[in-house]
């Protein structure tokens, strides 16, 4: 049984470039959500995807984006990178609402240079 | 909105020694209380859940917490950690109810337990 699986695994970019992250849920789990891990810090939600739709929102500006494709895969899409968005973005999978716990990949370590 | 505290960043342990890993949380609203732990270079695993019920939950590896409703607490606590226990902890806490921010994990910094031999 997969686990969350994401990728790629390390990612180098440069300031104002654009960049996409994938991650495919846990087998049976049709919600997935994304945080973004600062150095030293604990994750901090962006947001969750349900039925393909944005369910709700962290404290993020707009550059960043996502999609769930029909597969419960998906996407998450940062434009115009800052110096300060090199973190470890890391996708959860879980199973609708209620109080499924998170199933969490092993990330994207993205570096911004 | 929830917030979570947990009060030591670093906590340094001698093997087959007790270890308390502390966490306080505030939100206006009832909440789920998680502990979630993070080896080097890996995501989070849940290590145990409070959802209702026993206010003492244990996870299979001999950590359990405690909900501690008054004090607003839920620190976790093994009783003889192993070498293998070392590793970045972090409490987190999740609205029970739906509405706004019901579907975030809100997680503190986290605490870094060093298990020393």
């Known amino acids: 049984d997969a686990g969350v699986t994401q990728s790629p695994t390390h990612l180098i970019k440069t300031r104002g470039q654009q960049v996409t992250l994938r991650c495919s849920p846990k087998?049976?789990?049709?919600?997935v959500s994304w945080y973004q891990q600062a150095l030293g810090q604990g994750p901090q939600f962006i947001f969750q995807?349900?039925?393909?739709?944005?369910?709700q929102r962290g404290n993020f500006p707009d550059r960043f984006s996502g999609h769930q494709f029909p597969n419960y895969s998906s996407e998450l899409n940062v434009n115009a990178l800052l110096l300060g968005d090199s973190a470890l973005y890391l996708c959860a999978s879980s199973l609708g609402t209620g109080a499924s716990p998170l199933h969490f990949g092993n990330g994207t370590r993205l570096t911004v240079t | 909105a929830q917030s979570v505290t947990q009060l030591d960043s670093q906590v340094p342990v001698f093997e087959e020694a007790p270890v308390e890993l502390r966490c306080n949380y505030s939100s206006s609203v009832s909440v789920y209380l998680f502990w979630y732990v993070q080896y080097p270079n890996q995501g989070l695993q849940l290590l145990l859940k409070?959802?209702?019920?026993?206010?003492l939950v244990e996870s299979i590896n001999g950590f359990e917490a405690e909900f501690n409703k008054s004090q607003t607490s839920f620190h976790l606590r093994k009783p003889s950690v192993h070498i293998s226990d070392t590793a970045e902890y972090f409490c987190a806490v999740r609205p029970k109810y739906s509405g706004a921010g019901s579907y975030q994990l809100t997680f503190g910094k986290g605490t870094k337990l060093s298990v020393i031999p």
């Open positions: 995807y349900y039925e393909e739709e944005e369910r």
């Open positions: 409070y959802l209702s019920g026993s206010t």
């Open positions: 087998s049976g789990h049709d919600t």
